[in-house]
């Protein structure tokens, strides 16, 4: 079965950084684009940073200079980390990853910038 589990979230100043984790397990996920998303309160969950399983990566314009999303595919791990962290970016953060027609997702991890 499937599971994604993020860490490293919590409260940090406008201007700090924070590494997320996303464990995968279940099978392996080298073959797979991998992401994460976030969901701020009163909001519609949107994408934030992909990584194909050849490496590249793409961002949504909001966060591209100032999150980099990588993978350990050894680790079956995908990072997303953030700097220059703004008020803007406080929300709950998921893991991703779709595999045929399933999508599935972590449980996420709350990032608050505030000072």
């Known amino acids: 079965q499937v599971q994604l589990v993020e860490s490293g979230g919590g409260l940090v100043q406008p201007g700090g950084s924070l590494r997320l984790s996303c464990a995968a397990s279940?099978?392996?996920?080298?073959?797979?684009?991998m992401g994460w998303f976030r969901q701020a309160p009163g909001k519609e969950r949107e994408f934030v940073a992909r990584?194909?399983?050849?490496?590249?990566?793409t961002y949504a314009v909001s966060v591209k200079g100032r999150f980099a999303i990588s993978r350990d595919n050894a680790k079956n791990t995908v990072y997303l980390q953030m700097n220059s962290l703004e008020p803007d970016d406080t929300a709950v953060y998921y893991c991703?990853?779709?595999?045929?027609?399933?999508?599935?997702w972590g449980q996420g991890t709350q990032v608050t910038v505030s000072s």
């Open positions: 991703h990853v779709r595999i045929g027609e399933h999508d599935y």
């Open positions: 279940g099978r392996s996920f080298s073959s797979y684009a």
């Open positions: 990584i194909a399983w050849s490496g590249t990566s």
